[in-house]
């Protein structure tokens, strides 16, 4: 038994060319750009107020991240010494 994935939609070649869609590279370009600019004004953009409280929690768990790190780098070379050295 075979299966088909989107048996009920017409093919890509079969479908007729929307309004927009048909024409060269700079027709499509200009498509492309357009529906760019559409999608971004639908962008919630956040206050200044977040934009710093989301960037003081990144900074505080990038500085918490690096502590665990450097503290797991240092306790794992201090036991590799003691095993091997």
Do not use: H
């Amino acid at each position: 038994m075979t299966e088909t994935r989107g048996s009920t939609a017409t093919p890509e070649r079969a479908r007729p060319a929307r309004k927009g869609e048909a024409g060269g590279p700079l027709a499509r370009a200009s498509l492309f750009y357009r529906q760019v600019v559409a999608e971004l004004r639908k962008v919630i953009w956040p206050t200044r107020e977040q934009l710093t409280t989301y960037w003081l929690v990144v900074l505080v768990f990038v500085l918490v991240v690096i502590a665990i790190v450097s503290l797991l780098d240092l306790g794992i070379g201090w036991a590799m010494f003691k095993v091997f050295g």
